[in-house]
Nanobody, 121 residues
Framework: QVQLVESGGGLVQPGGSLRLSCAAS????????MGWYRQAPGKQRELVAA???????NYADSVKGRFTISRDNAKNTVYLQMNSLKPEDTAVYYC???????????????WGQGTQVTVSS
């Protein structure tokens, strides 16, 4: 069984910062890419940022220069540092991992349960 558990969401004022964390646990053989997606009410889920096992990163244009994704491979954990937050960043943020889990020889997609981020004054 593999679990992705997110933490760090909450309410913050515009211009503020939050740091999201996502820890993968369970029977994990290897983790490839990890990332963060978000879904605002009435909108489709979109990629926010992703990072490979080697540390290469990719960001949505809307968050470039404000958000930073990082990971600790020893802890199977991915982070999202969010600075200069805007009301349009309000969404449920989901952690995603492409990993080889139990009874599998190829990577599959795993998702966290989501954490709410609200940017409002």
């Amino acid at each position: 069984q593999v679990q992705l558990v997110e933490s760090g969401g909450g309410l913050v004022q515009p211009g503020g910062s939050l740091r999201l964390s996502c820890a993968a646990s369970g029977s994990i053989f290897s983790i490839y890419a990890m990332g963060w997606y978000r879904q605002a009410p009435g909108k489709q889920r979109e990629l926010v940022a992703a990072i490979t096992s080697g540390g290469s990163t990719n960001y949505a244009d809307s968050v470039k220069g404000r958000f930073t994704i990082s990971r600790d491979n020893a802890k199977n954990t991915v982070y999202l540092q969010m600075n200069s937050l805007k009301p349009e960043d309000t969404a449920v943020y989901y952690c995603n991992a492409d990993l080889v889990g139990p009874q599998s020889t190829t990577p599959d997609d795993y998702w966290g349960q989501g954490t709410q981020v609200t940017v409002s004054s």
